[in-house]
T-cell receptor, first 115, second 114 residues
Framework: NAGVTQTPKFQVLKTGQSMTLQCAQD?????MSWYRQDPGMGLRLIHY???????DQGEVPNGYNVSRSTTEDFPLRLLSAAPSQTSVYFC??????????????FGEGSRLTVL | QQPVQSPQAVILREGEDAVINCSSS?????VHWYRQKHGEAPIFLMI?????EQKGHDKISASFNEKKQQSSLYLTASQLSYSGTYFC???????????????FGPGTRLSVLP
């Protein structure tokens, strides 16, 4: 079972470059989300989606864009990378029915370094 | 606003017990607990949906006090495999919409020594 698949696992960017982190899940989950994890800061919510065509901002959305055209995919776009975006990024999904976020299934993470 | 966790870190010997607390200044509608090993993704432990609910499996259990806006995770007779960082997570209701901001506390680092 694939679960939640994130690509790439590692990426190095230069300041000002743009890129897209891919996230795909094969569990037919309605709820998908992106987190960033910095040392000592825990997991901070960037954006989330409760279904195809529906996205919303989380705690730290600035500098990131998302879209949800299908149930399976939830890409995260960095518009103009900055060193402050150096972090480990996790995509997570859940069945999210009835307003309840169920067990979150996480991808393996994408380690991004911005020089 | 993130939940608050305490303690920030704890060191145990095998067989000892630990309690990790999670509290919020806003109403908690449900609480999740996750464990993360270094370099890995967080793994789900359990979810508590109702005030007063208690859950557990093996020697890890949790309680949820909705009125006090807090939850506690109990690790009994800890094993080496329990080492890692524990996060509580909850859904925040922001603004007046039916948002599903699911946010995590800052984590509690647990080290179990032989």
């Amino acid at each position: 079972n694939a679960g939640v698949t994130q690509t790439p696992k590692f990426q190095v960017l230069k300041t000002g470059q743009s890129m897209t982190l891919q996230c795909a899940q094969d569990m037919n989950h309605e709820y998908m989300s992106w987190y960033r994890q910095d040392p000592g800061m825990g997991l901070r919510l960037i954006h989330y989606s409760v279904g195809a065509g529906i996205t919303d901002q989380g705690e730290v959305p600035n500098g990131y864009n998302v879209s949800r055209s299908t149930t399976e995919d939830f890409p995260l776009r960095l518009l103009s990378a900055a060193p402050s975006q150096t972090s480990v990024y996790f995509c997570a999904s859940s069945y999210g029915g009835g307003g309840v976020v169920g067990e979150l299934f996480f991808g393996e993470g994408s380690r991004l370094t911005v020089l | 606003q993130q939940p608050v966790q305490s303690p920030q870190a704890v060191i145990l010997r095998e067989g000892e017990d630990a309690v990790i607390n999670c509290s919020s200044s806003k109403a908690l509608y449900s609480v999740h607990w996750y464990r993360q090993k270094h370099g890995e993704a967080p793994i789900f432990l359990m979810i508590l949906l109702k005030g007063g609910e208690q859950k557990g499996h093996d020697k890890i259990s949790a309680s949820f006090n909705e009125k006090k806006q807090q939850s506690s995770l109990y690790l009994t007779a800890s094993q080496l495999s329990y080492s890692g960082t524990y996060f509580c997570g909850t859904r925040l209701i922001l603004r007046d919409n039916y948002g599903q901001n699911f946010v995590f506390g800052p984590g509690t680092r647990l080290s179990v020594l032989p």
